[in-house]
Every structure is written in C-alpha cells, then in structure tokens.
C-alpha cells in the first residue's frame, strides 16, 4: 500500500514537472506563485525582526536604568 502511494506520488511530480515545462502557461502560473510565497515569507521574516529587534531594545533600556 505504501509502495503504491509513494509511486503514485513519483509519477504525479513527474507528469506535473512534464506539465509546466511544455506549458507556457503554467510554467509563468508557477512562477507568479513562487514569487508571491517569497514576498510573504520576506515580509514575515522582516516583521519577526523588526519585533525581535524592539524586545531587544526594551530590553537593553530596563537593564541600564
């Protein structure tokens, strides 16, 4: 059963992969994708930062009073 799973997984990726690399369409579909997950995932990173840098501040303000 897993044996089957796995391989059902395999041949899906490749018949995807064959898809978008004959497709115009989907190949710029996938990369409209990939570029709009990394401009969020930059934007969460840039916000954890940003919150980060402000606990460190406040931190360093309370251990010099």
Same mark, same amino acid.
């Given at each position: ?8 997984? /395999?041949?899906? =990726?490749?018949?995807?992969? #064959?898809?978008?690399? *004959? ?7 996938? @990369? ?8 969020? /995932?930059?934007? =969460?990173?840039?916000?954890? #930062?940003?919150?980060? *840098? ?7 303000? @309370?251990?010099?009073?």
């Amino acid at each position: 059963m897993e044996k089957m799973f796995c391989l059902g997984l /395999v041949m899906g =990726m490749v018949g995807g992969a #064959l898809l978008v690399a *004959n497709s115009y369409k989907a190949r710029t579909l996938v @990369k409209k994708s990939q570029s709009e997950v990394m401009d969020k /995932v930059n934007e =969460m990173m840039d916000e954890k #930062l940003q919150s980060m *840098n402000q606990k460190a501040e406040g931190e360093s303000g @309370k251990a010099k009073k």
